[in-house]
């Protein structure tokens, strides 16, 4: 029996014996037939894909129609009246009313406004809420760069920025605190608070009750839902956040480039944006130097819009209707504890933990991202561009780093902010001079993350990985530098 034979018979052992124990996994059977047809390349190339956090996977038929649409007509740029014009609007407001039946947004009280990325959506609400001095920005430890960096839009405008720590070791806010910051306002002042609705780090899914109870205490709130909906349903009728970012390509792989920042109508009126472009206003004048706002999101949406990929929005979001999130969502759960439970059994021949994990260890109020570190025998962490080396060796793509996200790095890996003060990170230093300067024991983590192609095959193949970490006393010493976070 050849080495290939051995381990297709081991997979399917293990898979027989995942399926019986689980009988609801068979409800997710219309993932599996997805996955021979529209994700034949996974298997055709031997790849098993962990990133989806990074960036979700597009099922073949989606480029299909998304071709076969755009071929069937003519398509002109939409600022305009022309036939050509009028072909690519037509789409575009489809797709856009598309999007907001999809998260259940009514159009009387949302807006759609299309935005490069999640980055992009986030950037509007940063550079035009009207921070000024005496307002709050209030945001979570947990999250992206692109959220904390909203903190220099309020800083440049005098309002005060607070960060709401996590917690180790699940990584989650102390239900007990935040009320004391939400409470925390002053006379008549702008107030926003920014979280993720699920961590890019650790998969901690933060409770959308924030929503109402900042509400409550006059705050907005800026939903990071890049994370979330990939594979968790958000329901804009029952939760209302003012302003919620999301990149399209995180949900089902194709468009790239395209991003959502969904608006509550009286949230979006409050915004003043620092400038006009070309498509965000009915008229600007030289002489005058006067101009008029478009009205709803065509003043937010800066040029020309990516409008022969905006269809493909509409195509994927279908897709995932078809399929049903709660089957995506059921899915990913029954995998994502299954993994959990592999990295958290794994053990060195003498009993020690051959991994550690960065959040929760249980599957309560989480999604399948999950970050880990590998462990030598003497607890030292395994340094992760040695994982990522080896991972590449098997075909297998998963992310190392911090995430974009420094805050949930900073309290898994108890970093103080005296021990960040304690070095200097000057221009032309490189995150490796830092991380020596410091003395951390790592310099980031591992991050496997699930998706709606994702099988019991990549995690059996991931486990296998997973095993030959264990009893691993050293690692190579030619590993490349690491330049940035
Ligand atoms: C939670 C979260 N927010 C924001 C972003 C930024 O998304 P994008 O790079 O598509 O703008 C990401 C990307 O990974 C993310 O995970």
Redo the contacts with the bound molecule.
Sequence with gaps: MSVADADSRSIETAEASFRAERPHYADTGVLDELRRTDFARLDRGGHVYLDY??GGLFASSQLREHMRLLESDVFGNPHSINPASAASTRLVERARDFVLEFFGGSPEEYVAIFTP????A?RLVGEAYPFHAGDRFLLTFDN?N??NGIREFARARGAHTTYVPSVAPELRVDPSLLPRYLTDTRGEHHNLLAF?A???FSGVQHPLEWIEHAHDHGWDVLL?A??FVPTNRLELGLWHPDFV?V?F??MFGWPTGV?CLLARRDALAKLQRPWFSGGTIVAAFVQRQYYQSAPGAAHFEDGTLNYLNLPAVEIGLRLLDRIGMETIHARVNTLGRWLLDVLDTLEHADGSPAATIYGPRSWERRGATIAFNFLHPDGRVVDERYVDRVAGEHNISLRTGC??NPGAGEVAFTISRETLLGGEFGAGMSVDDYVREIGLPSGGAIRVSLGLASNFSDLHRFARFADEFRDLTNVPDDLPPRIVC
């Design positions: 956090t990074g990325n999640a980055t992009g986030l992206h692109s959220v993720p699920q961590s890019n990071d890049a994370a970012a990149s390509y995180k991003g995430f974009c």
